[in-house]
């Protein structure tokens, strides 16, 4: 039954897929043919709701095609990328690779978009070459001379000043980014990001032919005030743990920032962070302590934002199960810590950031990102 669904509806055929595909009660029509999926032995397309309106990725305009195209990649790292900056009103960037950011940035103080976008891609610069680069703002000439210098992929905005795409079309002449691949995403606003916003589940398909559907990932915390101060009741030595240290200012505004960065980053997520930067994105560890020695030891090793490890954040998409994590963050210097607590011994971690004088707060919800 399996086989006959597939070969009913799909083909391993480049261009065989079907111009419409109903699906759950709606008509998808498709877009394109993409150049390939995953791997290019594997045919792909991309569909769009029939009756679809204010649609971003489906309505978005290639304004330069590159080689040839996009790939299911190009356009998930674009899903993924606009999934992070979604979140903020100042000016940010996200540079892509593999479905994960190779680093993110926002506006701080009169920061230019050209310097967000420098700090995204040197938050990892080696891991960004050939990356995908998302804005939430128009790219301007600047912002372009700075896309131009080393080899992006591909860039995506809502706008471009002519300057800026007259600049991006000077592949020739910096002898870089021939192949560009140049997106005006519409209708960012129109993303859902808060838990309760209408938007349709995601689904995933295994091979015999079943597939889930879920609830997307999304977040309920929308400000500091839906932030916990860490604590537990410990009923073995009736004693009620509580971190002594709020994070300051500045240490939340970076916490809410690594967190929004966490939701679109592989699981085990670990996202640090300091002054609207990310200083490492740790992904696709299967413990949580090495997730957070890898992210230290990139941030130690890659980072050229600048910024050090002393008085940076972290977020963690999961709970500690022990506190030698804690312990990990407070060797390297980070002095505050988001995580959805709800481990037997979060009091162990609490703990750990008192003795050390770090703050630790609870948001209540996990961000685990299987994708």
């Not at 993924?80 to 900056?85: D, V």
């Amino acid at each position: 039954m399996a086989q006959d669904f597939k070969s009913k509806y799909f083909s391993r055929n480049e261009g065989d897929f079907p111009e419409t595909i109903n699906f759950l009660g709606h008509e998808y029509i498709k877009k394109e043919d993409l150049r390939y999926g995953t791997n290019p032995h594997q045919p792909a397309a991309i569909y769009k709701p029939k009756e679809g309106t204010n649609l971003t990725f489906g309505d978005m305009e290639l304004l330069k095609n590159g080689k040839s195209g996009l790939s299911e990649t190009n356009y998930s790292d674009l899903y993924h990328g606009f999934n992070i900056i979604k979140y903020f009103d100042t000016p940010a960037c996200a540079v892509m690779k593999h479905l994960n950011a190779s680093g993110a940035a926002i506006k701080v103080g009169d920061m230019s978009t050209s310097e967000v976008y420098r700090r995204a891609r040197n938050a990892d610069a080696l891991a960004a070459f050939g990356g995908t680069v998302c804005f939430n703002v128009p790219v301007d000439l600047e912002t372009a001379k700075e896309i131009m210098s080393s080899y992006v992929e591909v860039v995506a905005a809502p706008d471009f000043t002519p300057e800026a795409l007259e600049e991006l079309h000077k592949g020739e002449e910096y002898k870089v980014n021939k192949e560009l691949r140049i997106i005006k995403l519409p209708n960012i606003d129109k993303l859902p990001k808060w838990v309760g916003d209408t938007c349709l589940p995601t689904i995933k398909t295994l091979s015999d032919g079943c597939f889930i559907i879920a609830e997307p990932l999304l977040t309920s915390i929308k400000s500091p005030k839906d932030l916990t101060i860490a604590t537990q009741y410990r009923k073995k030595d009736d004693t009620t743990y509580t971190c002594d240290r709020m994070p300051s200012e500045q240490e939340m505004t970076d916490l809410m920032f690594s967190w929004y960065v966490n939701l679109s980053t592989r699981s085990n997520g670990v996202v640090i962070a300091k002054n609207g930067v990310t200083l490492a994105v740790g992904t696709g560890q299967q413990d949580r302590v090495a997730a957070v020695k890898q992210a230290i030891a990139k941030a130690k090793e890659k980072s050229t934002t600048g910024e050090t490890l002393e008085g940076a954040v972290l977020s963690s998409d999961a709970f500690f199960p022990f506190r030698d994590s804690v312990d990990e963050c407070i060797k390297a210097g980070i002095t505050a810590i988001i995580q959805p607590g709800g481990s037997l011994r979060d009091w162990d971690s609490i703990k750990a950031c008192n003795e050390a004088g770090i703050a630790m707060v609870f948001t209540g919800e996990r961000c685990f990102s299987h994708h």
